[in-house]
Each structure stands twice: as C-alpha cells, then as structure tokens.
C-alpha cells in the first residue's frame, strides 16, 4: 500500500456565485490573413463560440482593435475523399477594424480571438508592406476577364471551390524582376498553391511545394506590358474557405538561401546570401533554381547570444520538426520593401563551410573537429567528403540536419575508414513522433561514433533525392564533437485532437501537455518554474522524469487574480554534466485537426505561450495530498475532494489523469454532489509493453462534467465542464539500487585468518541517478563475536569499493553469513539492496 508521505492541506476553495461554464472561443480563418504595416482594415474572424467577443489579441503591441458587426457563415460540406479542416454547417463570423502600428515588425504572427469565454487558439497574420488588396470574383479567366492588381502589392484570395481558379493581371516593366510569392502552409491555410505565370501571352513557368505548400515564381520583364498569374488548388481535389492564400506581386528582394546556414550565438558572420532582387547582388550563373539563376551577395549578421541564443525567433512558418531548432531572422531591405525572413540556425561548434570541390573520396575536404559544417548539394547526386582525424576511445557525436533547419531534402550520411572502406550509414530515426505534434524527419538519427583505432576517417553527406533535388536551397549542416546532451519543451492545450485555446477560470489550475525533445543522449529530470508571471498565476516548481516524453504542468490561477489574455513564461531547467541547463518553453498548437485515427494532425509553434483567465472555475478538484510516495508496482491512491463552487451546477464529474505517464492506468472516479469525496486508484503496470518506472512525476487530476442520465428523464446537469487540480507529485520509488554485488564472485566465501583485514570487492551500479553518496554497512551475526566490518561510502560518480572485514586474533575457526546493504535516497527516500557475504575464519 502507499507509503503515504501526505501532506494534508486546509481547504483553499469558497463558493462563488458566478462561474466559468460558456466554452472559450474557436478561431477558424482569419481574413484577410494580414495587412499592411501603418494602415487601417477590416478583418473577418470566422469560428465557433464567438459569443461576447471583446478584441484580438496579436503577438506584438500597439495593435489598435475595434469591435464591428457579428454574422453567420456556411461552411459548405467537403468534397468526398478530400480532407476536412472544419464540419460542414453555420459558424459566426465576427467583424473586426484594425489599425497596425506603423513600426510593426515585418513577419508572420499570431493572432488570437478574445472574447468573455477566454482565448482562442491562434491563426497566422502577416505584417507586410505592400499595398494590400482583396479578392474579387469572377476572375476565372485570363485577361481581360482577370482581376487588376498593382506591381508591389499584396492580394488576400480565397481557392472557394476545388476547381475555383484565380487570375490576376499586372503590370511589368522592361528589366524588372518579378517575385510571385503565394503563401499557404505558412499562414495555415489549406491550400497546395500551384502558380502558372504568363506574358506577353506566352506561358513562362509554373509552381508548386517550394517550401511546403507555399509556391514561388519568378520573371525578369523582356519588355513593358502586362503580366498574369493563376492560382489554383494542385490537382483540383480540395477547396474551401480554409483554402485562403497571400499572393505577393513584387520586386522585393527574395531569399532562398544563406551560406554558411549556422552562426556561432552572440558572434558576428559574413554570410553569402542567395536570391532575387538582393540589394548589390549579382547574377550567380552557378546557382539555378527552377532552370533559372539566381543572385549572390554577402552581408554581415549577428546571432543572438545568452538564453536567445537557445531560442527559436525566426518569424518565418515553424512546423514541429523545428521543435529543437534555434535561430533567428535574416531579412534584407530593397528598394520598394523588404525580404520574405530567412531562418538562420544557432551554431554549436565553430563553423566551417563546403568547398564545393569535395565531391570525392579523393578530394575530401579537412575538418577539425569538434567544428559544425554548413554544406550545400549543389549539383544532381553530389555526395560531400570530408575528412577527419579520430582517436580509439573517443565518443565523436555526429548530427545532422536537413529539414530541422528547414531544407526540403532526405539527408542521410556515410562514415568511411581513410580506405573508402564503409563504417556505417544513417540515414532516417525510428522514433514515432506523436500525432499531434508529428515531428517526423528525413533527418539521419542522433549517431555516436566510437572508432577502433586512430586515424582519419571520411564522412561522407549526400541526399536520398539528390537526382531531382539539388542547387542552394538544398543546405544540410552536420556537427561533430563530443555529445552535448539537451532538451526543449513544447507546451500545448490539453485537447490533443483539434485546435484549442489555453483558458482557465479564476480560482483553479490550466494543465499544459509539455513534450520533452531530446538532443543528445540527454537522461535527465527537468524542473519546470515559471518567471515573470502575471498577477495572481503561480507556479509550483514540477518535476518531468527523465524517463518521459510528456507531461502535464500545472499554472495555477489564484482566487484574487484579475482577467488575463497574454504570455506567460515557464522555463526548465536540467543538470546535465554538472551543469544547470535552462530552457525556455516553447508553444505549439494543432491548425486543423485530422478526423481519421493515426493521422497526425496540422500542427506548428507558435510565438508565445499563452494563458487566458477568465472569471471563476464552475467546480474544483481538490487533491488530498501534494506528494505522494510509493514503491515501483504499488497501486497509487490520491485522495481528492470535489468542490461545487458554482451552487446552480450540479456536476457529475468524471476524475481522470491530465495525462498519464507510461504504466500508469487510473481506475475512473464518479464524483457528484452528496458524494464529494473518493480516492483515484492508478495501478502500475506495463501496457502496451511499455513498463513503469521508477522517477518524480508530476500528475494533474483532470475532471469532466456529465450530464445525469436517469430511465425516463431528460439528461441533467452541464456536459464538457473540464477543470484541473492542482499538480501532485507522485514519487515511484525504485526497488532497489539497481546492481549490487559483494565479493568477487557470487557465493564464493571469502577466507580471512585470525589478526588479518580482508579488503571484499564491492559494486553497486545505481539504476538512477542522484548526487548523494551510497552507504554501505554490514550487520555482523552474534555467533560472528569481534568481527567488525567497516561502513564504507562511495560517491554518486563511483561503482567499485572495498569493504574492509576485520578479525581479531584468537577468533575461533568458523563460518559467517554477514548481512550488507547498499542505500541511496532516491527523490529523499532510502532504497536498499542487499547481498551476503560469506566469511570463512580459518585457522
Ligand atoms: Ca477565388
Ligand atoms: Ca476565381
Ligand atoms: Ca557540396
Ligand atoms: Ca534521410
């Protein structure tokens, strides 16, 4: 049963007369998707639950927001086999007219939907500046039947139906070089943009996917005249009102890439970057995208240093597989505006770049380790050598990194002896990502190489795709050096199926799903503390065990705290090697959800992690206890108290786990009034092969209202009521220390004659990890008389001891069985292992 370390609390929660019971807002589209950077527009926020709407929130200040009309829109019904992102019926629409700063950083941001309920989940909006229009239809056509738009401008279109289809006209100058960038996968829209481009007539060129669902064309003006575009959804299977696009029509400058990709944090590079229209470029011949080449020039940049230089402020599309990714913008300044933002990543080892001319075994290019190399697959199916010098013994970790940092390129990488002789290749991971945060990469896994002998060794990177995919854009970087273990955390909305706002009442506590990703051969428990946070929000330091991937973390909401819409900063901090290692958390939230089963869903980070709070909890769960120990296999028991703050409700509430760590199984709880109190039973047993563990975890009672069904009545009381407790901390003791042997060999007993000290080998290999010493004594029996056994210690780091057995002279010949135990605390509580020792007292 529970070794029950309980701390009982006094009763926190006082009934109110109001409460928090109307659901919070759901944010679908936002349309227009964005606007101009200084200027005044109207904005549509369509979703469901947008009773009592009070402003949008956006991710950076001095946004002015004022409230316009509500309405109702029809989603019409998916066409059959395509995808849905929202149920076909009525939603509201709710009009907005916001004036943007004219300081407004140029970028993507978030936007989210206040209303009395909480807050929304976010949408993308993009601050530009180009003149902004937006779509009018019939423009299914090409000239004359397409719709005007100016040179440098901006159009907020919609793909309505599959076959919908949308031209626009535009006027081109001799010389000019015109970008057509159409953004859908980073405004989270729907829409797989496919672009054809014509003038004069003639068709130019097409595109699609140039980075995910977004596309990109480009075209130098042979004379004046007029050019036009036609947006469609490829393949003509999928449209909508999701299916919404910005289509830019400029001579801003475009990046498509920078070399070297990496800069060392807090340091200053020299980069070359890639692209169209750069200021003081220079046609490329050697660099071709899309059959065309590209420009070239070179610029200097600064990382950000400290704690952001381990963060991600790139304002660009960030999908999950950038979950473990730093860096930063770089955006350029033309003449008639600004560069899209391009993301360059935070180096960990000193950079050093692909020559270009190491494109064999022969000529491999010398690297020194340890040393972070930003290479490019510049030519179809070119594979990159580079050499270095290794010593037996030592651990090189080798990553590398293709679409983490954004490349659209299936990476993988050999290791060669000096010889040509193969060691190994990597090329995908077999971790399965989850589905609503599928991180999935064609990235080669996190590799340790540990050479046999001395000498030079070869890596060799090249692309599974090389044949079709190849030119600047295809970057990779690859580290080697000694293993930095590490982590990030993502937190998300406890609803795991669907978009969903971050909203608690008053007077309660928000649980956030926190993922952990691990970079390295990281092994260690996390503390997660919040910093600088608003009045009223608390939160308790919470332990994520080194053995997970998840966890719920607890942001308490006192009583006395006011309303609140905003950011709230949580940080983990870890020791890794002797160092404390601090980690901002990171936000994600689901886009569209998936309906199928074990399809990941749509889901990116986004700017800030938010919180809402919003009047008082309608009931609270009221755990018996803060921490809660017990052995590895032992049922769990958390007490827990239902407190009906709002009297008018009479919730039946279902008690569950916010999130369960692996082996844990909750037997469900009914809780209602005239049965306030119960206990939640969690059994620990292995599921799914998966089996418990020793380790702190932090659990977060979860409760559910249900409605009352009785025979012959209507249904009674408030469905979907979710509320959290408090969070608990569950401590699972292990068994014992893990390994633990006395004497050379188990079982043989150890000779010692009268007057000598014998020295006993000892080793205890810990299960866990824990900085306090082991202890090690030994119980003598009485028919033992005079023999003495030293306590011996032996610190965290060490394995091995002696145990030093004394008999004085004159003890009589004989055979002892000694009792030893190892002990170690574990999270403050003993474990002990035993063995015994076996003493022959000869004559
Ligand atoms: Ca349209
Ligand atoms: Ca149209
Ligand atoms: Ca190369
Ligand atoms: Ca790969």
Not at 66 to 95: F, H, N, W, Y
Not at 148 to 176: C, E, H
Not at 672 to 688: F, N, R, V, Y
Request: net charge neutral; with cysteine.
């Amino acid at each position: 049963m529970c070794l029950l370390t309980a701390v009982l609390l006094t009763q926190a929660f006082v009934a109110d007369t109001h409460a928090q019971s109307t659901p919070a807002p759901k944010l679908n589209i936002l349309f227009p998707p964005g606007g101009k950077a200084g200027s005044t527009f109207e904005v549509t926020a369509t979703g469901v639950d947008l009773g009592d709407v009070e402003t949008l929130y956006f991710s950076f200040p001095g946004v002015k927001v004022e409230l316009g009309d509500m309405g109702t829109a029809t989603i019409p019904a998916a066409k059959k086999g395509a995808t849905k992102g929202m149920a076909a019926g009525a939603q509201s629409t709710q009009k907005f007219t916001v004036t943007l700063p004219p300081a407004a950083p140029l970028g993507i941001h978030d936007v989210y939907l206040v209303s009395k309920s909480g807050v929304s989940n976010p949408r993308a909006f993009v601050v530009g500046d180009l003149a902004e229009t937006t779509e009018k239809e019939p423009n299914d056509d090409a000239p004359p039947k397409s719709q005007k738009v100016d040179m440098n401008a901006t159009v907020n279109g919609v793909i309505s139906t599959p076959t919908d289809v949308d031209y626009y006209v535009f006027p081109v100058a001799k010389g000019q070089r015109i970008v057509l960038s159409c953004l859908t996968s980073s405004i989270d829209s729907r829409l797989p943009a496919y672009l054809e481009l014509y003038a004069n007539g003639k068709y130019i060129g097409s595109n699609k996917n140039y980075a995910n669902n977004d596309a990109l064309l480009d075209y130098t003006a042979t004379v004046d005249g007029e050019a036009y575009v036609r947006v469609a959804s490829f393949s003509y299977t999928q449209g909508g009102p999701d299916y919404f696009y910005r289509l830019s029509v400029t001579t801003n400058p475009w990046i498509d890439a920078v070399i070297p990709a990496s800069v060392e944090p807090g340091k200053d590079a020299k980069v070359t970057v890639y692209g169209r229209n750069l200021p003081g470029g220079a046609i490329d011949p050697k660099a071709i995208i899309d059959g065309r080449p590209i420009e070239k020039m070179t610029t200097t940049v600064k990382a950000p240093g400290g704690r952001a230089g381990n963060a991600l402020s790139y304002s660009g599309y960030r999908p999950p597989v950038f979950g473990t990714t730093d860096g930063f913008d770089l955006q350029l300044k033309g003449k008639s505006g600004a560069s899209n933002p391009y993301l360059l990543t935070s180096a960990l080892y000193p950079v050093t770049v692909d020559t270009g001319t190491n494109t064999s075994l022969e000529k491999a290019m010398s690297v020194k380790t340890p040393c972070e190399i930003t290479g490019t697959i510049a030519t179809r199916g070119e594979s990159d050598y580079y050499r270095f010098s290794a010593k037996k013994g030592e651990s090189i970790a080798i990553d590398a990194f293709g679409d983490r940092r954004g490349s659209d390129i299936d990476l993988r990488f050999q290791i060669l002896k000096d010889n040509g002789d193969p060691v190994t290749e990597q090329d995908e991971s077999n971790e399965q990502p989850l589905n609503y945060f599928y991180n999935r990469s064609d990235d080669p896994p996190h590799y340790r190489f540990n050479p046999t002998a001395d000498g030079d060794y070869i890596l060799k990177v090249s692309t599974k795709d090389g044949s079709i995919n190849f030119g600047p854009r295809c970057l990779y970087i690859v580290r080697l050096g000694p293993d930095q273990p590490d982590f990030r955390l993502v937190a998300m909305p406890g609803d795991i199926q669907a978009p969903a706002g971050m909203t608690t009442g008053a007077d309660s506590t928000y649980a956030y799903n926190v993922l952990v990703l691990k970079t390295g051969d990281f092994n260690a428990n996390i503390t997660v503390t919040g910093e600088d946070l608003p009045k009223g929000i608390t939160v308790k330091p919470q332990i994520i065990s080194s053995t997970l991937k998840v966890s719920s973390i607890g942001v308490t909401v006192e009583k006395s705290a006011p309303p609140y819409v905003g950011p709230i900063k949580l940080v983990g901090t870890a020791v890794v090697g002797g160092q404390k290692v601090q980690r901002e958390v990171r936000a994600a939230t689901i886009s569209w959800p998936v309906q199928q089963n074990n399809v990941p869903t749509l889901t990116r980070l986004n700017r800030e992690l938010m919180l809402g709070v919003r009047d008082t909890a309608a009931y609270g769960l009221v755990p018996g206890a803060e921490k809660v120990t017990v052995a590895l296999g032992e049922t769990i028991k958390i007490p827990v108290k239902l407190l009906p703050i709002d009297k008018s409700l009479k919730p039946t509430v279902q008690v569950s786990l916010a999130t369960a760590p692996p082996g844990f199984s909750a037997t469900p709880l009914s809780l209602a009034p005239g049965k306030e109190a119960g206990t939640l039973s969690i059994d620990q047993k292995a599921q799914g092969g998966v089996q418990p563990q020793a380790g702190i975890y932090t659990v977060i009672l979860r409760g559910q209202t249900n409605p009352v069904v009785k025979p012959g009545q209507k249904p009674q009381g408030p469905p979907n009521i979710t509320q959290h407790s408090f969070p608990v901390t569950v401590v699972v003791t292990p068994k014992g220390l893990g390994k633990f042997t006395v004497g050379s060999a188990v079982g043989t007993p150890a000779k010692v004659a009268p007057g000598q000290t014998a020295e006993i080998p000892v080793r205890v290999q810990r299960s866990f990890t824990d900085d306090s010493p082991t202890i090690i004594e030994t119980t003598v029996p009485p028919t033992a008389k005079g023999i003495k056994v030293d306590e011996l210690k032996l610190q965290a780091s060490e394995e091995d001891g002696k145990l030093k057995v004394h008999v004085p002279a004159g003890t009589p010949p004989g055979q002892h069985i000694l009792i030893v135990k190892a002990k170690a605390p574990f999270a403050g509580v003993e474990v002990v292992s035993e063995a015994k020792l076996t003493i022959v007292v000869t004559k």
